[in-house]
């Protein structure tokens, strides 16, 4: 057997030029759309929710909100081939599904921001199911338009460029949301429910940026789908075919490839539900976690992921994605080192900008790696499936986080979460393995 040379890498002049492209600034604005409704039902939520005075345990059963991204999978064949009357006429298949489950999430936001957590608990939890919904619907949609809108070789320069606009709406999100409620509250202090009520407010009406980005953009040229006879054929070419499909192409490795995905994101995902808890009892003020953990922790996130996608280009997703399973557990570590220090401002800062560049780079490159998994006759409902596995298990863990932290401490359950990106190393090892041998032709 000969191993084939490898392809002559971009120079990096070619290589920066793509992030100029319209595609990419496209992406930067509809990545700020999907990235702003995921903290207000999940982290952001979870600091307003400990700051009202909602026990720990409580706040890690309501992430289990954050399931819904976990399922979308399941309309996710109903977004890729169903028409909405009218609007699809009027936009396309792509656009129309992103506008619609944009003005759901507005509606949502505000549906949150007029409940206050003391009284009506139910009532704001499914107001967060609604946007959790609404925002995995727009994630199943965009990510068919961001795989439809370029060819294979720059999908990782779009992942990058939509993971900085996914960040930017983190940091308005997250620093955002709380330098409003801080401002609105003046001088009062303790949980003041009309200054979250103004912060959300401003978060529905955010929503609009990615709304006018696609009245703007053109829709990818539709895919001829064939004719659809009957439920039980449209069932077999929407849902089926997608997943046999998968299994077709790749055949035994399929099974390494899903347990790969299923758990690549795992130690963040776990440690990220109880990180705002842990800064609301540590002691940090509104300010110091809008500008330490929300922008200047998400500016090192958006250099990872520059850094992610750039190194993708250059030398293969697979090295990058070891790197970033390597980073995101070792950094886990530092956490636990920071609880037994309480309340510090300079050993915040290392440890937020540490975690934060690990995690951008290994987000890009794992979104470069999944979409390099699709068929694009099947985008929506085989990167839903894709991105939905890559959540369900990791949050069904997290919703148990609150009692571990009850149970055993800050400091052991960062250290716990660490230990979680273990196999993950293993899987990634695996996987470049079977890639290699996948590349080398039989002599």
Same mark, same amino acid.
């Given at each position: 057997m000969t191993e084939p040379s490898p392809a002559k890498p971009r120079p990096w002049r070619n290589t920066l030029r793509v992030y100029l492209e319209p595609a990419s600034l496209r992406m930067l604005t509809l990545g700020f759309a999907s990235g702003l409704p995921l903290l207000l039902v999940l982290g952001t939520l979870s600091f307003r929710l400990r700051e009202a005075g909602i026990d720990r345990a409580t706040i890690g059963h309501l992430s289990w909100v954050g399931l819904a991204y976990g399922f979308k999978w399941a309309w996710a064949p109903l977004v890729d081939r169903l028409p909405i009357p009218l609007l699809t006429r009027w936009l396309g298949r792509r656009r129309s599904w992103l506008l619609l489950a944009q003005f759901g999430v507005m509606a949502g936001l505000i549906g949150m921001a007029a409940t206050d957590p003391r009284n009506a608990l139910e009532t704001l939890t499914w107001c967060a199911l609604a946007v959790a919904f609404a925002s995995a619907t727009q994630d199943i949609a965009l990510d068919a338009f961001r795989i439809e809108s370029a060819p294979t070789d720059v999908q990782p320069a779009l992942a990058a460029s939509y993971q900085t606009g996914y960040r930017i709406a983190m940091i308005w999100a997250g620093a955002g949301v709380l330098w409003i409620a801080a401002r609105s509250q003046g001088d009062l202090t303790g949980y003041d429910d009309s200054a979250w009520h103004a912060a959300y407010i401003a978060m529905a009406f955010s929503m609009l940026v990615g709304s006018l980005t696609v009245l703007f953009s053109r829709e990818p040229a539709p895919l001829p789908l064939p004719p659809i006879r009957s439920a039980r054929a449209w069932l077999r070419t929407a849902l089926i075919e997608p997943f046999v499909d998968f299994l077709r192409r790749y055949g035994w490795q399929a099974a390494l490839i899903l347990s790969l995905i299923a758990i690549y994101r795992i130690s963040d995902i776990v440690m990220g539900i109880m990180a705002n808890p842990f800064y609301v009892d540590m002691g940090y003020t509104k300010d110091e976690i809008a500008a330490v953990t929300k922008v200047f922790g998400l500016i090192m996130t958006l250099v990872g992921a520059f850094v992610g996608g750039s190194m993708a280009i250059r030398m293969g997703v697979m090295r990058v994605l070891m790197l970033g399973a390597i980073l995101s557990a070792g950094t886990n570590v530092a956490f636990s080192w920071l609880a037994g220090l309480g309340h510090n401002l300079p050993a915040l800062i290392l440890?937020?900008?540490? $975690?934060? /560049?690990?995690?951008? @780079?290994? #987000? =890009?490159?794992? +979104?470069? &790696? @999944?979409?390099? /998994?699709?068929?694009? #006759? &099947?985008?929506?409902?085989? &990167?839903? /499936?894709?991105? #939905?596995?890559?959540? @369900?298990?990791?949050?069904?863990?997290?919703?148990?986080?609150? $009692? &571990?932290?009850?149970?055993?401490?800050?400091?052991?359950?960062? =250290? #716990?979460?660490? /230990?979680?990106?273990?196999?993950?190393?293993? @899987?990634?090892?695996?996987?470049?393995?079977?890639?290699?041998?996948?590349? +080398?032709?039989?002599?």
């Open positions: 440890v937020v900008s540490a $975690d934060n /560049l690990a995690s951008g @780079l290994a #987000s =890009a490159a794992f +979104i470069g &790696y @999944l979409s390099g /998994l699709t068929n694009v #006759s &099947y985008s929506a409902t085989q &990167y839903a /499936l894709f991105s #939905s596995l890559m959540l @369900l298990l990791p949050k069904f863990v997290a919703g148990f986080s609150g $009692d &571990y932290v009850n149970a055993f401490g800050y400091a052991r359950f960062f =250290a #716990s979460t660490a /230990l979680l990106g273990l196999p993950v190393v293993v @899987l990634v090892l695996l996987a470049m393995r079977a890639e290699r041998r996948k590349k +080398i032709p039989s002599s």
